[in-house]
């Protein structure tokens, strides 16, 4: 995720400043407006372009893609992680890997939401809380002791349910 919104987020605040600055009304007000406008748009395309470019790629060098079904509504209300999965854009990610699976017939296989693929060791498949922190990046295993980076041992999960 390239965080395009992030970078563009100090300029898109220097423009809504100007914008709240220029009176009601006036032509100034106008052209500030439009600026704003563009650059939300800028950054939408940028959005775009990245997840075609992602998802394209997944879909050219998988046969099966196992996803997760997570709840982006509940996500987007915790207010920490809202504005980065905002500028992920999971759903449309989504919706653009299912339709190309359609187009290219490719599998694409969504782990149910209760499955808890960052709590379970990938290799003797305890349960461990540990993960429930998302601060907490490395999933290590109170007992065969396997130590791994959160993310690949979550993937290692779902790629065995898929199986
Ligand atoms: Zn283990």
């Not at 800028?42 to 775009?48: F, G, L, P, T, V």
Request: proline share 2%; hydrophobic share 35%.
């Amino acid at each position: 995720n390239p965080k395009y919104l992030k970078k563009s987020a100090k300029r898109l605040a220097k423009l809504q400043k100007d914008l709240s600055r220029k009176q009601k009304g006036s032509n100034n007000r106008k052209k500030a407006k439009i600026k704003v406008a563009k650059l939300h748009e800028k950054i939408s395309n940028q959005r775009k372009d990245m997840l075609h470019k992602v998802s394209t790629q997944l879909i050219n060098e998988n046969q099966v893609i196992v996803i997760e079904d997570l709840k982006v509504r509940n996500m987007v209300k915790n207010h920490k992680l809202a504005k980065s999965i905002a500028d992920v854009s999971w759903s449309e990610f989504r919706r653009m890997l299912e339709y190309k699976a359609k187009w290219y017939s490719r599998k694409i296989i969504v782990a149910p939401s209760n499955y808890a693929s960052s709590q379970l060791c990938s290799d003797c498949g305890n349960q461990s809380s540990q993960t429930k922190d998302l601060s907490c990046r490395t999933y290590i295993c109170p007992v065969c002791g396997m130590i791994m980076d959160r993310n690949i041992n979550a993937s290692k999960n779902l790629l065995k349910l898929a199986i």
